[in-house]
């Protein structure tokens, strides 16, 4: 297990990402803006890193293809779903709906990753930690309410996560290059992508404050730039499937974070649903030839 180290700081990375959005539309950044932002400052912390490593970008072209679609599936799209629906939604509720990643991906595996059929004790795992994700959600403060419109958007950002993890570890992962590498392709892409749409379709930037200016800044260089090295590191060494339960782990960080810097109360539900939210993550993960099948290289 030694994908877990990594796993667990992702998970925790990603949690606070949440908590990062809400601060961000609440000063009046607009979704697009915000996704934009994101991938801008992931990517300078990823070039920098590869710089600083002296690791060069790949110059084949098929690696660049995939990831203009890796990049609009994985970031582009979703990051600008999710800002959209945290005007509407709490930032708890939009990481419990996040949780639901793993059973759309899942469905992108089957169709696009055969070695990785699931077994029956995977998808028991997956089972109890959406279990898991509703306990968080069941009561809890800061949790519920929001128009529907919101919560839908979070889920579509999800289809996104599920296709884009099922189309990185058929296509993408596996290419040469380290991690920190093909993360910067990645985000790169994705910035450009952003790059194209958001002046249009989002209006013009403007100075959202200092506290706001922050939260983008590490939303995009530790949660878009850095946390993207440990991801494509679990899924190189633990297979896509088990790279998407991260999002069983990120509910609990979201909630506990949200009551630190949000002040949104903590309630029973979250210590139960995390107890679950962890089961769910250890049962999903198969072992022998399996585990053999899901390594990239």
């Not at 990481?95 to 077994?119: I, S």
Request: net charge positive; aromatic share 8%.
């Amino acid at each position: 297990m030694r994908w877990m180290p990594a796993f667990v700081t992702l998970s925790a990375i990603w949690g606070a990402s949440f908590a990062l959005i809400k601060i961000a539309v609440e000063a009046g950044v607009g979704p697009l803006w915000v996704a934009f932002w994101r991938c801008f400052f992931g990517a300078l912390a990823l070039l920098t890193v590869c710089a600083l490593r002296r690791e060069g970008l790949p110059r084949d072209r098929a690696v660049w293809g995939h990831a203009l679609v890796v990049a609009a599936l994985l970031n582009a799209v979703p990051f600008a779903l999710l800002a959209y629906g945290e005007t509407l939604v709490s930032s708890v509720l939009a990481g419990v709906w996040n949780a639901t990643t793993p059973l759309t991906t899942l469905v992108f595996v089957l169709l696009m990753v055969p070695q990785e059929r699931p077994t029956a004790r995977r998808l028991l795992g997956l089972l109890v930690g959406f279990a898991g994700a509703l306990v968080v959600l069941a009561g809890g403060p800061g949790a519920g309410g929001g128009p529907a419109i919101g919560s839908l958007a979070c889920l579509a950002a999800t289809a996104c996560y599920g296709a884009g993890f099922a189309y990185t570890r058929r296509f993408y992962s596996g290419r040469e290059g380290s991690a920190a590498a093909l993360s910067a392709v990645q985000i790169v892409c994705a910035t450009a992508e952003l790059a194209v749409v958001t002046p249009f379709a989002g209006g013009g930037p403007s100075w959202p404050g200092l506290p706001a200016a922050a939260a983008l800044v590490l939303l995009g260089a530790v949660g878009t730039g850095l946390a993207y090295i440990l991801n494509l590191r679990v899924i190189r060494s633990a297979g896509s499937t088990i790279a998407s339960t991260v999002t069983y782990v990120t509910p609990v960080w979201s909630t506990l974070l949200g009551t630190l810097l949000l002040a949104e109360p903590l309630g029973w539900n979250t210590v139960a649903g995390g107890v679950l939210v962890v089961a769910g993550v250890l049962l999903s993960r198969t072992g022998g030839a399996a585990a053999r099948l899901t390594t990239a290289r």
